[in-house]
């Protein structure tokens, strides 16, 4: 990739981890050109089975982590200011506030 200095390309070459996001899609460029090879060159069905485990690997990225992410920030973010709205409404001494701050405590760190 033009945009990688030498010095990380060096790094990167030895093995070393990737340091920010260009630097990852060398390496997962690098590697993907290393399988490419291997299979006995460019063909439409390795070009199309890459371009397959690629988009796979992006939906089991979304899967494990981003959509629990997601769905973590929604709980502390979007729940907590709609219940607290609701209760501000109901009125603070009710019985649910309890129950709302013992399962907020289960889904927050």
């Not at 990380?8 to 996001?21: E, I, K």
């Not at 630097?23 to 399988?35: A, F, P, T, W």
């Amino acid at each position: 990739m033009p945009y990688i200095k030498s010095e990380a390309r060096s790094r990167l070459d030895a093995g070393a981890a990737p340091d920010n996001v260009g630097e990852l899609n060398d390496v997962l460029s690098k590697q993907v050109d290393e399988y490419l090879k291997r299979k006995g060159g460019v063909s439409y069905t390795e070009l199309n089975a890459v371009i397959s485990v690629l988009a796979c690997a992006k939906l089991e990225l979304y899967r494990r982590i981003a959509a629990p992410y997601e769905n973590q920030k929604v709980i502390e973010n979007y729940a907590k200011k709609t219940m607290l709205r609701v209760f501000n409404i109901i009125g603070r001494e009710h019985p649910l506030l309890a129950q709302y701050r013992a399962h907020l405590k289960r889904y927050t760190h």
